[in-house]
């Protein structure tokens, strides 16, 4: 019979645990929030300090019963669950329902290994209540933002809508951005290069002009242009002056989890929800051949660079045994967090760097492995010494113009030897072929037209970046931030990058209107902020929730009493009832429907007005959304007709629906 209960949260980490632990206790899991606010209510006592009324979840009161009945017999109980804010108020709330009478001890391991669990079962310690309080107060705020706004957009605007107080925020930048791009104007201008060569040399030097009578060069139509064109062609050219210097190029920080979706995305192509998915597997534990499985890397909800005093020993004895002494900095590198990070959490690292990732491929996924080296190699190349690259610029006349070509040579690869930052090619120049003075031979002149772009899109990678710039959220709350928006259908996801909907305009301009706090992102940092306060001891749980909820009272009023109900209407009434028709938004995208409901039931697909390319087919092409978010189109007529494709046809006949709207 074991002696102590471990509880935590997740069934993977079970076998991996139990093994390290041995027959003595008892690993099991809370699968999770056992216990939150209730569904059917707010939950929240908003007149007594926001006094939480937190419940068993009612799918989940069959495994609080198999944690009592393993609690029952058992000396101690040890909550195990994450070690963060929410992992600690997971414990706390089980304490209270399964703990009674028995002795509770919190641990805490950031990396699951056997000497890392071991040292945390030898050191446990009492529930830290400012975390708990931290938490509880986020979730209140959350519930109380959602509870309230979401039943006002369903009166208003439509059923199936939500807004949340982060959610609304990272909404709010997906639209303007959008607005952006569809408000810009390209604006034309030119550019001048010239190929140049050296007597007696095969190298061609192509310089840009930089520079007309020593000003910034502006031009912006094809006139001036060509008559710039036709008076450089006359001009003699000279190098003017040759500058070389060395460009230290430092070492990555190790990844936090939102560096780590970033990257994960730009490198590997990995969407936030899929990179937190196999990080959460590689912490978990991972079977290695006849070894226990183990965590090979430690806890991926951070935002903190620190990096344990061991792991850095053991990473900079492994840089000098396989790259050399030369480099390894004297001193470790060390790296500053954000002012919020929670300075007790580690940066992503692998649990043993010794593990190198080709002799774990047979044992992991194609994702699994790759994820896995992107953090190995990320880790190491941060205790490195840096690049240094050779720059070059070399300074050209031609009468009254001035043009410039740059370029570098690696001279020490340092960092760059075991973690390729970007993908940018450097530019080879050799300033040892070249002197002051010397003449050169025009080859070519090469003008070319531009015109301005418009901003990007946001990405999974830029989203998760202006996110964590701005202080909107925390490392825990960007994969589903970016869920919520695809699945509510406010923003759509084309191959990684987003573009909002009309409903996601709609609700964004509808909630910037009436709730000008909430959408605010000065606001939402300063509400992280105040959240974070509660944890470090300098504020209150009641006093910052008083403070929220006192100006967002009178916007939720003054919006309940003032906003119109409205419908998208289009130029089509319905074959039933006679009734307008109008756009509507459900779980896989938009539709039409009587504005006569739930009288009237009579709903229609929203056409695209292409006409489905099924041979004899009489249908057209509809917009869907795939259970992952991603959009597809198939036709009206499904399921006599199942025709699919991932993009419409080039040529798109209007429809009048589309007319319409």
Not at 219 to 242: G, H, M, P, R
Not at 375 to 399: D, H, L, N, Y
Not at 612 to 632: D, Q, Y
Request: with cysteine.
């Amino acid at each position: 019979m074991p002696k102590a209960l471990v509880i935590v949260e997740s069934p993977a980490k079970v076998k991996t645990i139990n093994k390290i632990l041995g027959s003595k206790f008892k690993v099991t899991a809370s699968m999770g929030h056992l216990i939150d606010l209730p569904k059917s209510t707010l939950g929240v006592d908003v007149d007594h300090d926001f006094e939480a009324k937190f419940i068993v979840v009612r799918d989940k009161q069959k495994t609080m019963a198999k944690l009592k009945k393993e609690a029952k017999d058992v000396d101690e109980i040890y909550i195990a669950t994450d070690p963060d804010r929410e992992g600690e108020a997971i414990g706390w709330n089980l304490v209270a329902h399964i703990a009674k009478g028995k002795k509770v001890s919190r641990v805490v391991f950031h990396e699951i290994t056997k000497d890392a669990v071991k040292k945390a079962f030898s050191h446990p310690r009492e529930f830290n209540h400012k975390l708990v309080d931290a938490q509880n107060a986020r979730r209140v705020l959350d519930r109380i933002v959602g509870y309230q706004i979401s039943p006002l957009l369903w009166k208003k605007v439509g059923s199936r809508l939500s807004a949340g107080r982060v959610q609304s925020v990272a909404l709010r930048l997906i639209v303007e951005r959008e607005e952006a791009i569809k408000a810009f104007v390209p604006q034309e201008y030119w550019q001048i290069a010239v190929d140049l060569q050296k007597n007696g040399l095969k190298d061609i030097l192509t310089a840009n002009l930089e520079k007309i009578d020593g000003e910034k060069i502006d031009l912006k139509v094809k006139e001036i242009t060509d008559t710039t064109v036709s008076e450089i062609k006359k001009s003699s050219f000279q190098i003017s002056a040759i500058t070389t210097k060395q460009v230290r190029r430092n070492a990555p920080a190790p990844f936090i989890t939102s560096t780590l979706q970033q990257e994960a995305f730009g490198k590997l192509g990995f969407n936030t929800s899929r990179t937190m998915m196999i990080a959460q597997q590689l912490y978990e534990g991972i079977e290695i051949g006849d070894e226990e499985p183990e965590g090979l890397i430690t806890y991926m909800r951070t935002d903190s660079v620190n990096i344990a005093a061991e792991a850095i020993e053991k990473v900079r004895t492994l840089i000098k045994k396989n790259h050399g002494a030369e480099y390894l900095p004297e001193q470790p590198n060390r790296f500053k967090s954000k002012k919020s990070a929670q300075e007790a959490h580690e940066a992503i690292r692998p649990s043993d760097v010794n593990r190198r990732p080709e002799s774990l491929k047979a044992f992991l996924d194609p994702d699994q492995y790759s994820l896995y080296e992107l953090i190995w190699k990320r880790f190491v190349s941060c205790q490195m010494v840096p690049a240094v690259f050779e720059q070059t610029k070399i300074e050209i006349v031609a009468g009254r113009f001035q043009f410039g070509v740059s370029g570098s040579i690696l001279a020490f690869p340092g960092y760059l030897a075991m973690y390729r930052d970007n993908d940018d090619q450097d530019v080879k120049l050799d300033p040892s072929l070249y002197n002051e003075g010397d003449a050169l031979n025009l080859l070519e002149v090469k003008p070319t037209q531009h015109f301005t772009k418009p901003p990007a899109r946001y990405s999974e990678a830029s989203l998760v970046k202006a996110l964590e710039e701005q202080g909107i959220g925390r490392p825990s709350t960007y994969a589903s931030i970016i869920h919520t928006l695809v699945y509510r259908n406010y923003v759509q996801r084309d191959r990684g990058y987003f573009t909002a909907t009309e409903l996601g305009i709609r609700i964004c301009h509808l909630l910037m209107e009436y709730f000008k706090k909430i959408m605010d992102i000065g606001f939402t940092a300063k509400m992280e902020e105040e959240l974070d306060s509660i944890e470090d001891g300098s504020n209150d749980y009641a006093k910052v929730l008083k403070d929220f909820w006192v100006p967002f009272k009178e916007e939720l009023d003054y919006a309940m009493a003032n906003i119109q109900k409205t419908e998208m209407t289009i130029e089509k009434v319905c074959p039933e009832c006679g009734k307008p028709l109008a756009v509507k938004w459900g779980r896989r995208g938009r539709f039409i429907s009587c504005t006569g409901f739930p009288a009237c039931k009579h709903a229609e697909a929203f056409t695209t007005g292409v006409k489905c390319p099924s041979e004899g087919c009489t249908g057209e092409l509809v917009e869907r959304r795939s259970h992952r978010g991603a959009t597809f189109y198939g036709c009206s007529r499904y399921p006599e007709c199942k025709f699919i494709a991932n993009k419409l046809p080039a040529e798109i006949i209007k429809s009048p629906v589309n007319q319409g709207t």
